[in-house]
């Protein structure tokens, strides 16, 4: 959002409490020509999630919470944005457990581990059915989602392209660090 702004407000409270001295109200504008407002009031769950996902990434290595879930961190957005989004989250679960439900196949593609959840019945009754998804079966639900046909070539071609892309920079650095060479940056000179 290259248009949006975001404030922290401290309210003092009458006393110090056991959560502090002041009430935090997180704000924003998030389109130009808007005033900022409560984040509670003008966010949806998507925006919610991924302003949650932008605070723990600046936050996750001195955060202790294991486990982040984020759900419709995909809504309203999809393409570039999406990847964006994937990307940052595959970044937070280098300290993490990630768990996001998505719909987005920009999301999916960047998961390290791909889980299927589908509403099923058996003998009269709703079902969850959950299978954790791999290699072709894993292209095909990555086509699916793209919104085309599973068994086309088409499709599974850039379903295969998704998920190559997502590994590309991490198989770098695991190829970089098998030859040898370190995968983090020299320390720059000062001029």
Known sequence: MPDGHFSVRLQPLPEIGSCGAEDIEFRVSLNVGHEERPLSRVASGGELSRVMLALKTI???LDR???LVFDEVDAGIGGRVGLMVGETMRRVAAHHQVFAITHLP?????AHHHILVAKGARGGVTTADVSVLAGPARVSEIARMLGGDPESDVSRAHAQELLES???PELAGAA???NGASTQRPPRRKR
Do not use: K, N, W
Not at 106 to 110: G, S
């Open 59 to 61: 936050l996750a290595r």
């Open 106 to 110: 920009q999301i999916a593609a960047r």
């Open 166 to 168: 997502a590994a590309a």
């Open 65 to 67: 919470v294991p486990t």
């Open 176 to 178: 970089a660090t098998r």
